[in-house]
Nanobody, 119 residues
Framework: QVQLVESGGGLVQPGGSLRLSCAAS????????MGWYRQAPGKDRELVAR??????NYADSVKGRFTVSRDNAKNTVYLQMNSLKPEDTAVYYC??????????????WGQGTQVTVSS
């Protein structure tokens, strides 16, 4: 059973920083890509950042402020969030595309972690 476990959310003042972590556990052959999405109240879930084979892509709204990285040895993806704004407030979800030993790729989601940017 594959699980994604997130940590690092919380309350921060505007201009502050937070670092989110997401570790994949369980039995699987490989992780193809990992990333972060977010969902604010009343809005659709949106891509924040993703990393695939070392290549990254970001939502325009976070470029220059957020950095996604991955530790392959730990099956962990990170999201460093700097210069946070109130509009970054949302539940952040980790996402991973993982291939099992039957060579079937599936999409997995973490449970979500709340990020609140407020003074």
């Amino acid at each position: 059973q594959v699980q994604l476990v997130e940590s690092g959310g919380g309350l921060v003042q505007p201009g502050g920083s937070l670092r989110l972590s997401c570790a994949a556990s369980g039995r699987f052959k490989s992780i193809n890509s990992m990333g972060w999405y977010r969902q604010a109240p009343g809005k659709d879930r949106e891509l924040v950042a993703r990393i695939t084979s070392g290549r990254t892509n970001y939502a325009d709204s976070v470029k220059g402020r957020f950095t996604v990285s991955r530790d392959n040895a730990k099956n962990t993806v990170y999201l460093q969030m700097n210069s946070l704004k109130p509009e970054d407030t949302a539940v952040y979800y980790c996402n991973a595309a993982i291939t099992n030993f039957d060579f079937i790729s599936k999409n997995y989601w973490g449970q979500g972690t709340q990020v609140t940017v407020s003074s």
